[in-house]
């Protein structure tokens, strides 16, 4: 079964600064990638999705992420944080043809004035 | 406005009190699931259903019951809970089993003592 890990617990940031947050999947085919951001009490929002084709993927609130195979990583990445992206970020794996994704731990985001 | 309702968003209950968790959605979307999240955890499935009347086990059903009557309602039901099943769910639907683009509910925080 597909698995995935993300490194980072916690990860504080000043607000301008640049963010990278990691993850790491374990799956034998090509597997379908996903960031969730889940702001304080509320559910999870899909950030981006990566299924095919262009490795780098943009998403919403000027998030991007890239697939890299070799690695099997598919980090997500913002050149400039701002305070509102303060948040819960789950990274996911899914497989095709079956609606069982699996969820990483999450890193959560602390920015700093 | 399309969405995934849960109720109740708080609840405190005492060990074996059955209790129900609502959810329903409005866009008419085939899969429906449950997760739990729990620290360091991540999100973990419960269960899921395809469509009306097909359901399945995730990967921590124990203790918990789902039924799919109508495409828009999937309750979850502890029949005899558990302080071990303290935690916050999720219920989150998409349009079928091959549409990742997950939409979650808010959230019902659950504590039994």
């Known amino acids: 079964a597909q698995s995935v890990t993300q490194p980072d617990i916690h990860i504080t940031v000043s607000e301008g600064a640049s963010l990278e947050l990691r993850c790491n999947y374990s799956?034998?085919?090509?597997?379908?990638l996903f960031w969730y951001v889940q702001s304080p009490g509320q559910g999870l929002q899909l950030l981006l999705k990566y299924f095919s084709g262009d490795t780098l993927v943009q998403g919403i609130k000027g998030f991007e992420a890239e697939f890299k195979r070799s690695q099997s990583s598919f980090n997500l990445r913002k050149p400039s944080v701002h305070w509102s992206d303060a948040a819960e970020y789950f990274c996911?794996?899914?497989?095709?043809?079956?609606?069982?994704?699996?969820f990483g731990a999450g890193t959560r985001l602390t920015v700093k004035p | 406005e399309a969405q995934v309702t849960q109720n109740p968003r708080y609840l405190i209950t005492v060990t074996g009190k059955k209790l129900t968790v609502t959810c329903s959605q409005n866009?008419?979307?085939?899969?429906m699931s449950w997760y739990r999240q729990d620290p360091g955890l991540g999100l973990r499935q419960i269960y899921y259903s395809m469509n009306v009347e097909v359901t399945d086990k995730g990967d921590v059903p124990e203790g918990y019951k789902v039924s799919r009557k109508e495409k828009r309602n999937f309750p979850l039901i502890l029949e005899s809970p558990s302080p071990n099943q303290t935690s916050l769910y999720f219920c989150a639907s998409s349009p079928d089993r091959d549409s990742y683009g997950y939409t979650f509910g808010s959230g019902t925080r659950l504590t039994v003592v």
């Open positions: 799956y034998g085919a090509t597997p379908y």
């Open positions: 996911a794996v899914g497989v095709y043809n079956n609606n069982d994704m699996r």
């Open positions: 866009m008419n979307h085939e899969y």
